[in-house]
T-cell receptor
Framework: DAKTTQPNSMESNEEEPVHLPCNHS???????IHWYRQLPSQGPEYVIH???SNVNNRMASLAIAEDRKSSTLILHRATLRDAAVYYC??????????????FGTGTRLTVIP | NAGVTQTPKFRVLKTGQSMTLLCAQD?????MYWYRQDPGMGLRLIHY???????AKGEVPDGYNVSRLKKQNFLLGLESAAPSQTSVYFC???????????FGQGTRLTVV
């Protein structure tokens, strides 16, 4: 499975936008880009996913580079509740077994009041 | 709609004891997964199932067994617990391979 690279940690001030980067230079044409986050002492929570085009939902936006070798998760106004570890994951878009979500160590986002 | 429910939430075992972790989902999902998360690390896949009656090994299957006799339940068993199995265990389910997975709240297992 293709790997992703994320910064270990980032900080943001409350109510400001946050851009969380992810590099995935070995992405294949059928890999979807998924983002999950894990709040302290909780299970991972789905945030957003996309294939080629930018995506928006109520939680965040996902900006995908034209060559798909990188992507950015955008939180438009960070709140204290957004403090979590954010995981960028590639998931194959066709059935090859588990289609596992391979979690790396993610980016720990700290939101400063 | 409860989503994904894990039972129990906490457990302490002695080395060599056995136990079963239960994962139940009420979303009629085909895919179910068991992960473990060690301190400061991401989640690693133990076993998974792509449908009722099917199971398969993930990244770290040694020391664990699973069963999926009913579509809504996925059981993770430890036959002879070891301290190295001290971890937080997460169950997840998803409807298909490309949409989101839903995770349970985790089971914190300590083996002494």
């Amino acid at each position: 499975d293709a790997k992703t690279t994320q910064p270990n940690s980032m900080e943001s001030n409350e109510e400001e936008p946050v851009h969380l980067p992810c590099n995935h230079s070995t992405i294949s044409g059928t890999d979807y880009i998924h983002w999950y986050r894990q709040l302290p002492s909780q299970g991972p929570e789905y945030v957003i996913h996309g294939l080629t085009s930018n995506v928006n939902n109520r939680m965040a936006s996902l900006a995908i580079a034209e060559d798909r070798k990188s992507s950015t998760l955008i939180l438009h106004r960070a709140t204290l509740r957004d403090a979590a570890v954010y995981y960028c994951i590639l998931r194959e878009g066709f059935q090859t077994g588990a289609n596992n979500l391979f979690f790396g160590t993610g980016t720990r986002l700290t939101v400063i009041p | 709609n409860a989503g994904v429910t894990q039972t129990p939430k906490f457990r302490v075992l002695k080395t060599g004891q056995s136990m079963t972790l239960l994962c139940a989902q009420d979303m009629n999902h085909e895919y179910m997964y068991w992960y473990r998360q060690d301190p400061g690390m991401g989640l690693r896949l133990i076993h998974y199932s792509v449908g009722e009656g099917t199971t398969a090994k993930g990244e770290v299957p040694d020391g664990y067994n699973v069963s999926r006799l009913k579509k809504q339940n996925f059981l993770l068993g430890l036959e002879s617990a070891a301290p190295s199995q001290t971890s937080v265990y997460f169950c997840a389910s998803s409807y298909s391979i490309v949409v989101e997975a839903f995770f349970g709240q985790g089971t914190r297992l300590t083996v002494v």
